[in-house]
């Protein structure tokens, strides 16, 4: 078995992206342009938005309809190449992925100015998912992010009151009524400032869900660590 994986290996493969050469599923070069991308993005939601400056900017949409959540961390967005990793981390175990999540919305988080929240919470799943899945992939994004920012992490303080339908599947209305009393708090959080961990953010209404039951909770201030933050809502 590791003779034939020491062989496999060997074998020249191509980048996904680039086409060039690599025994990775994504080149060096290609990975390092995928995370360092300047982008501009709504300080709430994270969404991309168009702006010329370095301020913090908010989209019309967090203006007009502020979410429960206070601020919103996305380390890149959610494409080609990229996604394939939020794949593997989602479907195929490879939770070392959430490692490098966590790595880069570190570094973020350290030039954003934002204040280091309590905990770190990851977005829960339903007891039938977890135990179908056997992990929690935002837990494998929250907990060694928790370690490198010195603050707690908790995967039990937030737990799932109802299975929910895959967000993937709904529009916008329905991810709002799907996940609307989704949570329930194991724990106090009153005057807390708690953070939200997860792998890709779409519409942003299980994020919202969940600030909203840690603010009805007495929570201070949330904020969201997203890994891959879908380019358009």
């Avoid at 961390?73 to 992925?97: E, M, N, S």
């Avoid at 992990?135 to 929250?142: E, K, T, V």
């Avoid at 989704?182 to 961990?197: N, P, Y």
Wanted: hydrophobic fraction near 40%.
């Amino acid at each position: 078995m590791l003779a034939r994986r020491a062989f496999d290996l060997t074998l020249p493969a191509s980048c996904v992206s680039c086409g060039n050469m690599s025994q990775c599923l994504v080149c060096g070069r290609c990975y390092a342009q995928c995370w360092n991308e300047p982008r501009s993005r709504c300080a709430t939601c994270a969404i991309p938005v168009d702006s010329g400056s370095g301020t913090r900017v908010h989209c019309h949409a967090c203006l007009t309809n502020p979410p429960a959540f206070n601020a919103t961390l996305a380390a890149t967005d959610y494409r080609a190449p990229l996604d394939l990793l939020a794949i593997d981390l989602k479907f195929c175990g490879q939770l070392a992925v959430g490692a490098k999540f966590a790595r880069h919305l570190h570094n973020m988080f350290d030039n954003s100015g934002l204040p280091a929240p309590d905990t770190i919470v990851p977005v829960p799943l339903s007891k039938a998912r977890l135990i179908a899945r056997g992990y929690n992939q935002a837990w494998a994004i929250a907990r060694p992010l928790a370690r490198r920012m010195n603050v707690a992490g908790d995967a039990s303080l937030v737990v799932r009151a109802k299975h929910t339908a895959q967000q993937s599947k709904l529009d916008l209305d329905a991810h709002r009524r799907n996940v609307a009393d989704a949570f329930a708090l194991t724990r106090d959080v009153r005057g807390r400032h708690i953070s939200g961990g997860v792998d890709v953010m779409t519409s942003g209404a299980t994020l919202d869900a969940l600030a909203r039951t840690l603010k009805l909770a007495g929570a201070r201030r949330v904020t969201n660590f997203v890994a891959l933050r879908t380019p358009q809502d």
